[in-house]
């Protein structure tokens, strides 16, 4: 009965809507605007048309709500084409407009459908519409629906809850973040952290009403890094693991020091395994333990390298034999020379056959090549091995 309701409801705003083709947003017959409604829809087309830009370059997203605005931003990026064997199989609509003072509004925009008669919602977003001068910014209602919440600092990290409950997991989410940091000399950027215990309350609070992308998922961590700010929305119970990965956080702090575009991406796995452990499964040792268990007595650690096999838990968190080798390689060569020469060797550029730029960055750092790399491995697994 809902689902009929829901069809008949989406049916009858796509046959009441006004179409036009160089405009992103559709607005329907049935939609009670306001009385500026030809400036803030010129406005709405405006911020739509440079969403593909980063957001502190949309001239229609206010600056001091640039960061929760660019991570609304990015969960509406690509939803027209989001799944769809068409290109923008699914058209923005504007599905309410409601008035919270005299120069904003708060909106609703649905990404719809039709496909062999039947409507399809794709997604529903809510923004605040500003009015400021002669046009509307747009903004995440993020602030706005957490103004009574508890903050706390940590240094230049801001954490945001609506618990006073104690969370050990997210202080050892900053905890690490910071440790992240320092290793790879990160400039002192402001860090925000929203959480709440739900991850359908944290996309509700950020305005994402509906993601078909999200459905069934309860627990989930979603970031933003713009303008030199890092946001994190963490929506999950307290002693959810994998909300609090420890192993992707590495990626997120790495990557806003070094750009992807040159990173060596099997070496940026090793020192997430290395120093986060498998999203949130397993630490280092555990994912050790098991690559010797793996190898056996098989010592040719070029052949395992280059045969990026999996091994543990294949289905849901699968590792890899060449990610635990590089590890091992990154632990000798920050040992010895300092993280500065692992951030080389990390910055060799993307992967090429037979890890050509690897070994030539190797031999050059570390004087590791094909020719004796068997011999430096089989040391460094035998006194990793000794640790325990």
């Not at 036009?20 to 009670?32: L, T």
């Not at 504007?94 to 925009?109: A, F, G, H, R």
């Not at 409507?119 to 001068?133: D, G, N, R, V, Y």
């Not at 959810?240 to 990965?245: N, V």
């Amino acid at each position: 009965m809902l689902k009929k309701s829901l069809n008949t409801f989406l049916g009858l705003l796509l046959s009441a809507t006004c179409f036009s083709q160089s405009n992103p947003v559709s607005v329907p017959k049935n939609i009670k605007l306001p009385a500026d409604s030809v400036r803030l829809i010129k406005s709405l087309n405006s911020f739509l048309s440079q969403m593909e830009k980063p957001g502190k370059d949309n001239a229609f997203v206010l600056k001091e709500n640039l960061i929760e605005t660019a991570a609304l931003i990015d969960e509406m990026k690509g939803v027209e084409n989001a799944g769809a064997a068409k290109p923008n199989f699914y058209k923005c609509y504007l599905t309410n407009v409601v008035p919270v003072d005299s120069n904003t509004y708060l909106i609703q925009l649905s990404y719809l459908a039709v496909d062999n008669a039947t409507p399809i919602l794709k997604a529903s977003f809510k923004l605040i519409a500003e009015k400021k001068s002669e046009q509307y910014f747009f903004n995440s209602p993020l602030k706005r629906n957490t103004l009574t919440w508890q903050v706390k600092k940590t240094g230049s990290f801001t954490v945001y809850r609506n618990t006073t409950v104690k969370i050990p997991k997210l202080d050892k989410f900053i905890k690490k973040a910071i440790e992240y940091d320092k290793r790879v000399k990160a400039p002192n950027y402001p860090t925000s952290i929203y959480y709440c215990d739900n991850f359908e309350n944290m996309l509700e609070l950020m305005g994402v009403a509906y993601r078909a992308d999200y459905n069934s998922i309860n627990h989930a961590n979603l970031s933003t890094f713009e303008d030199q700010h890092s946001l994190y929305l963490i929506g999950a119970p307290a002693d959810d693991i994998t909300a609090f990965d420890l192993h992707d956080l590495w990626h997120s702090r790495l990557h806003h020091v070094v750009s992807t575009t040159v990173i060596y991406r099997p070496l940026d796995e090793a020192c997430a395994y290395l120093y986060g452990g498998s999203w949130g499964i397993m630490d280092w040792h555990d994912i050790f333990k098991k690559f010797k268990t793996l190898m056996g007595n098989d010592h040719d650690w070029l052949k395992a390298l280059n045969a990026h096999t999996k091994f543990g838990d294949v289905v849901h968190a699968p590792l890899y034999t060449d990610y635990v080798i590089e590890a091992l390689i990154v632990q000798k060569l920050e040992k010895e020379k300092g993280f500065p020469a692992v951030i080389s060797l990390l910055s060799c550029g993307k992967a090429q056959p037979d890890n050509e730029n690897l070994f030539k960055a190797l031999n050059s750092i570390a004087g590791i090549n094909k020719t004796n790399f068997n011999v430096v491995v089989d040391k460094l697994v035998a006194d990793e091995w000794n640790k325990y």
